[in-house]
């Protein structure tokens, strides 16, 4: 193992806050570059191996926590060897990427009828107390599904597929060239049964041969507590079912936390501001805010200036998968009255006086203070 967690960020030449998006575009185009059958060179081959164990690692919200938290999800795999050795199957990510059989060279030949499906992604909205504290929440599910007529094999009942008459069963066609280059031998899938060397002679009514069908269900999630937005729940073999019937995909819900109406969140604290009277700033008072957990009484000190954060240690979010939790900070602002009336100005001049604070307007200076005096008294 080499020292320190390995900088898959780096690997994949994109900044620590890019996007599954911008991930998926950095791997395609360094996959493009790197694969075994573009770049015949040993070190291209290494290089494809490292960006595609990058790609798999940061594009798993899950792995890519760790990552950022300073960790490196794969180093527990303890393998031997290579520092990518403990980590097998690329060839999976590829294919996500470049569709199933892919330029990979060992799959070539027939490609199975009976593919794997995608993953789904569904945001669902939740309040600042539901993702504080955890909530089941029935949501509703619209993927493809195992078609119930045919069981997923795409054929009308009572019949079955049959072998390709145009490959013989082969899934390819070779054809030889003339070219320039002397004769060449191509190799290409067959068309009649998209490279998969059967054929259905009579495809089931309801799904069209396809195996599957699309349909609404209803999910129960539990969201944990301490989810923040934009994080993702994976319910396993939850999503789209795949051609001719194929093993589901992943169901990946994401999360999108509504604004609160005192609240801002970052990550488990909590940030609320008070609006605080000036005679109450300095004459110090108490009120009652209500948290997440019902309502707190603050104690705002004599003499608080504007600007000043109270900190209620625990009083914010649940921390994911801890039993600690963040703390709330209360920031202060201090309110100046805008309207007085002839009573209170004279109050406050008598206090001013008694304080020795000079408020009256200079004659000589003019302008700023003269202004200043005209907005007080409005
Ligand atoms: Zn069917």
């Not at 290089?47 to 999800?73: C, H, I, N, Q, W």
């Not at 303890?78 to 990979?104: L, N």
Request: proline residues 6%; negative net charge.
């Amino acid at each position: 193992m080499p020292d320190g967690p390995r900088d898959y960020y780096r690997l994949l030449g994109v900044r620590k806050d890019a996007t599954p998006e911008e991930l998926k575009r950095a791997y395609r185009k360094l996959a493009r570059e790197l694969h075994p059958d573009v770049n015949p060179d040993p070190e291209a081959q290494d290089r494809f191996k490292e960006v595609t164990t990058a790609y798999e690692v940061l594009s798993d919200p899950e792995k890519r926590r760790v990552v950022d938290l300073g960790g490196d999800p794969l180093s527990s795999a303890g393998a031997a060897g290579s520092p990518f050795g403990g980590f097998g199957g690329f060839g999976d990510v590829f294919e996500a990427f470049f569709g199933g059989g892919g330029p990979m060279g060992a799959n070539r030949g027939r490609r199975s009828r009976v593919r794997p499906g995608a993953d789904a992604l569904l945001q669902v909205s939740l309040t600042l107390e539901e993702t504080a504290f955890g909530v089941r929440r029935e949501i509703a599910v619209d993927t493809a599904i195992v078609c119930d007529t045919c069981q997923g094999n795409g054929c009308a009942p009572g019949t079955s597929p049959r072998t390709c008459v145009t490959c013989g069963g082969v899934g390819e066609i070779q054809t030889v060239q003339r070219s320039f280059l002397g004769q060449v031998m191509t190799t290409r899938s067959c068309s009649a049964c998209g490279g998969t060397g059967e054929q259905i002679p009579s495809p089931c009514p309801t799904c069209g041969g396809d195996g599957r069908v699309r349909a609404r269900r209803t999910k129960t999630v539990d969201v944990p507590p301490g989810i923040e937005d934009g994080m993702r729940i994976r319910l396993a073999g939850q999503g789209e079912v795949g051609p001719g019937g194929g093993p589901a995909g992943d169901l990946y819900v994401e999360i999108s936390e509504l604004p609160h109406e005192t609240f801002t969140r970052d990550g488990a604290d909590l940030h609320c501001t008070i609006a605080v009277p000036m005679t109450s700033a300095a004459l110090g008072t108490d009120l009652v805010l209500t948290s997440l957990d019902g309502d707190e009484k603050i104690e705002v000190r004599a003499g608080t200036q504007s600007g000043a954060v109270l900190h209620l240690r625990g009083k914010g979010v649940p921390k994911l998968r801890s039993s600690s939790r963040g703390d709330l900070y209360v920031h202060v602002e201090v309110r100046t009255p805008t309207k007085l009336d002839d009573e209170q100005e004279r109050l406050l001049r008598e206090l001013a006086d008694l304080r020795n604070e000079d408020v009256s307007v200079s004659s000589r200076s003019s302008g700023l203070f003269g202004k200043v005096r005209d907005a007080f008294r409005q």
